[in-house]
């Protein structure tokens, strides 16, 4: 789902910037300029400094819940990046890389304050920005805790075998990962409805009935079938015969 909330925020480049915020953040930031696919800032770096993006553009890359890096933004003319810094003692919350050549001027977290004071027009930017980013957060946690959800459900269906009927407790297995019981049943009624389980029938209590296709359920969550016996034999506490 990571994929539609990075589509969204390409199309939200910021438009440039008058020529007379652009003379004075030249006069008194720092300029700098990078090849494309140099990292401008990384994840976890101390959030010190902000930048705004004079020319070319930019991609922001994040690693959600261990997996590896992907781009969730894209940055254009006029962009402010860094800023989640200026309020909160913070490390940056992700990777900015230069997608192509790209000139930006960088700022101390106080000059760059100092900067907002005088210009209106940056701290229309600034304000646009920060919302910006909160709101695109706030929607690939969303798509992030949906995806984990699927992925707890679909290992205990797939633990459960191939056509047979089986039980499974979702106040369990709840307790056991931390996910809403309601979230569960979400994912098990969406499941359903695609046809990854083939039967189904709520028993009450949390627990419900289900015959699984194993390959349906597959596609739905576009990886193999676990192979580690151990690992599906934890899982039968919460499948029941």
Known sequence: MVAKTQSSLANARSSRLSDEVTRFLTRHGRTRRFPAGAEVVGENEPATTVFVLLDGEAEVLKAVEGSQPSVVANLGVGAIFGEMGLFHDLTRTGTVRAATELTAVEFANDDFLDAVTQLPELTFRLMRSLSTKVSSTNEILADSHRDRARWVVGYHLLAGGEG???????????????????????????????????????????????????????????????????????QRRVVKR
């Open 164 to 234: 047979q009927s089986f039980k499974l407790d979702l106040r369990a297995l709840a307790e056991q990962s931390g996910i809403p019981r309601a979230s569960l049943r979400s994912v098990v009624d969406e499941l359903a409805d695609k046809g990854a389980i083939s039967r189904l029938v709520h028993r009450g209590n949390g627990v419900v009935e289900v015959a699984v296709d194993r390959e349906r359920l597959n596609r739905r969550l576009g990886a193999v079938v676990p192979s580690a016996t151990d690992d599906i034999a934890d």
